[in-house]
């Protein structure tokens, strides 16, 4: 069936540096959706990718996907206390459902 | 302005004793999922509901059921809880356009359940 990983598993940066975690699928998905659950919260929604090769920003955050539509990649510039959570990327395969990556702690020191 | 209410948000049981988890949403959306989540690990699927039609994941236990009676409402139904179900379930609703693709998915804030 259908994986989808991201690496590094875990994180830990100094407030102020960058910060990457890459997903990788098995298969070719059709979109890839990221989300970010804090401690003891619930994945909420942060972007969703659909074209081949599709760059978006969001102020300090930017998402990458692939040109063969497997994997994609999140970016944080000058990470803030803030940013602390699990970040998850979410793939789909021309379905109604997601497949959610293994995820990233990111730990951030002030 | 809560869209997506899961109650109880904590919720005790004891080994073999049947559970229930309720859902509710206020976004009239058409999908309806739900969602355990083990500590440190990614949510897993368990099922799904587009419209009134079921759809269980291959690895999902009998242990586990569901019932979606209205658009509004999903329930999610342990039989014998066992000490390997204590876990966060996370319900989730979504629009999804004839089966191929979803929107965002908006979770709710979840059930802890623990097993005694």
């Known amino acids: 069936g259908q994986q989808v990983m991201q690496i590094p598993q875990y994180q830990h940066v100094q407030e102020g540096e960058d910060f990457t975690t890459y997903c990788n699928s098995s298969?070719?998905?059709?979109?890839i959706q990221w989300y970010k659950q804090r401690p003891g919260g619930h994945p909420v929604f942060l972007i969703q990718?659909?074209?081949?090769?599709e760059v978006k920003k969001q102020k300090r955050l930017t998402f990458q996907f692939g040109e063969a539509k497997k994997n994609s990649s999140l970016h944080i510039t000058a990470t803030q206390t803030t940013d602390v959570g699990t970040y998850f990327c979410?793939?789909?395969?021309?379905?109604?459902?997601?497949?959610f990556g293994t995820g990233t702690r990111l730990q951030v020191f002030p | 302005d809560a869209m997506v209410i899961q109650n109880p948000r904590y919720q005790v049981t004891q080994f073999g004793k049947p559970v229930t988890l309720s859902c509710s949403q206020t976004?009239?959306?058409?999908?309806m999922y739900w969602y355990q989540q083990k500590s440190s690990q990614a949510p897993k699927l368990l099922f799904h509901?587009?419209?009134?039609?079921?759809?269980n994941e291959a690895d999902t236990p009998d242990n586990f059921q569901s019932r979606r009676p209205n658009t509004s409402f999903c329930f999610l139904d342990i039989r014998s809880p066992g000490l390997g179900d204590a876990a966060m379930y996370l319900c989730?609703?979504?629009?999804?356009?004839?089966?191929?693709?979803?929107?965002?998915?908006?979770f709710g804030p979840g059930t802890r359940l623990t097993v005694l």
């Open positions: 989730a609703t979504s629009r999804a356009y004839r089966r191929v693709s979803t929107d965002t998915q908006y």
């Open positions: 298969t070719t998905l059709s979109n």
């Open positions: 990718l659909v074209k081949s090769g």
């Open positions: 979410a793939g789909q395969e021309n379905t109604d459902k997601l497949i």
């Open positions: 976004l009239n959306h058409n999908v």
């Open positions: 509901y587009y419209d009134k039609d079921f759809n």
